[in-house]
C-alpha cells in the first residue's frame, strides 16, 4: 500500500510539473483553418455572407447579429462594430455577446472580424488579437471552396498549455461559423478540418 501511495504522488508530481512546464514561456501566435467545398455558385454563397441578419442560420449559438449605431438595412463596413448576441442552446439563461470590429470587408469575397470584447471574458482572457475571416474563392473543378481562418496570439498560461497539446480542439471551439451549415450541408463535396 505504501509504494502504491508513493507512486501515485510521483505521478502527480510529475504530471502537474508537466503541465506546468507546458504553460510556461512567452505568447504565441496560433492558427486554425477550415475549408469546405461545394457544388453551389459563388453568388449563393456570397449571400449567405453578405446578409448578416441572417447569420444566425450559421454562426453557432447566434441569435441576433446587429452593427453598433446603423440601422439593420444597412451592410456592414470597415471599422464597423458588430455585436453578436449568443445563446446556448437550452441554456437561454446563459445568453452572453460578442463584440467585433470588422477589419475586411468584400461581400463577394471576403470579411476579417477581430474580436474586441466578449460578454464572459473568458476568450479574452485567453487569446489577444483574436479574428476570424471567411473567405470565398471558386474551386479548381467548379463550384466554390469556402475557407475559414482563425488567428490569434495566446494570452496566458492556459491558452499555451490548451495550444500546445490540442490546438485545433482549442481553436475549434472559438471558431463560431458552421461552415457546412454556411453552405447547405446536403451540397458539400469535401471539407479539411486540420490546422495549419
Given at each position: 500500500?505504501k509504494r502504491?501511495l508513493?507512486?501515485?504522488?510521483m505521478?502527480?508530481i510529475?504530471s502537474?510539473?508537466g503541465?506546468?512546464?507546458?504553460?510556461?514561456?512567452?505568447?504565441?501566435?496560433?492558427?486554425?483553418?477550415?475549408?469546405?467545398?461545394?457544388?453551389?455558385?459563388?453568388?449563393?454563397?456570397?449571400?449567405?455572407l453578405?446578409?448578416?441578419r441572417?447569420w444566425?442560420?450559421?454562426?453557432?449559438?447566434t441569435s441576433?447579429?446587429?452593427?453598433?449605431?446603423?440601422?439593420t438595412t444597412e451592410l456592414?463596413?470597415v471599422?464597423?462594430?458588430?455585436?453578436?448576441?449568443?445563446?446556448?442552446r437550452?441554456h437561454?439563461?446563459?445568453q452572453?455577446?460578442?463584440s467585433?470590429?470588422?477589419?475586411?470587408?468584400d461581400?463577394a469575397r471576403?470579411?476579417?472580424?477581430?474580436?474586441?470584447?466578449?460578454g464572459?471574458?473568458?476568450?479574452?482572457?485567453?487569446f489577444?488579437d483574436?479574428s476570424w475571416s471567411?473567405s470565398?474563392?471558386?474551386?479548381e473543378?467548379?463550384?466554390?471552396?469556402?475557407r475559414?481562418?482563425l488567428r490569434?496570439?495566446?494570452?496566458s498560461?492556459?491558452?499555451?498549455?490548451?495550444s500546445?497539446?490540442?490546438?485545433?480542439?482549442?481553436?475549434?471551439?472559438v471558431f463560431?461559423p458552421?461552415?457546412?451549415?454556411m453552405?447547405g450541408?446536403?451540397s458539400?463535396?469535401g471539407?479539411?478540418l486540420?490546422?495549419?
Amino acid at each position: 500500500m505504501k509504494r502504491f501511495l508513493i507512486g501515485l504522488l510521483m505521478f502527480t508530481i510529475l504530471s502537474v510539473g508537466g503541465c506546468l512546464w507546458l504553460a510556461r514561456g512567452p505568447d504565441f501566435p496560433v492558427y486554425f483553418e477550415r475549408v469546405v467545398e461545394t457544388h453551389e455558385p459563388p453568388a449563393r454563397i456570397q449571400r449567405s455572407l453578405e446578409r448578416y441578419r441572417s447569420w444566425p442560420q450559421w454562426h453557432h449559438f447566434t441569435s441576433d447579429v446587429s452593427i453598433v449605431g446603423k440601422p439593420t438595412t444597412e451592410l456592414p463596413q470597415v471599422g464597423d462594430e458588430l455585436v453578436l448576441t449568443l445563446v446556448p442552446r437550452g441554456h437561454a439563461w446563459r445568453q452572453y455577446t460578442i463584440s467585433t470590429q470588422v477589419e475586411e470587408w468584400d461581400p463577394a469575397r471576403k470579411i476579417r472580424l477581430r474580436l474586441v470584447k466578449d460578454g464572459k471574458g473568458k476568450v479574452s482572457a485567453m487569446f489577444s488579437d483574436l479574428s476570424w475571416s471567411i473567405s470565398i474563392e471558386p474551386a479548381e473543378l467548379g463550384g466554390t471552396r469556402v475557407r475559414g481562418e482563425l488567428r490569434a496570439q495566446t494570452a496566458s498560461g492556459r491558452a499555451r498549455f490548451f495550444s500546445r497539446i490540442s490546438e485545433r480542439i482549442l481553436l475549434n471551439q472559438v471558431f463560431y461559423p458552421d461552415l457546412q451549415k454556411m453552405i447547405g450541408e446536403r451540397s458539400s463535396i469535401g471539407v479539411d478540418l486540420s490546422p495549419r
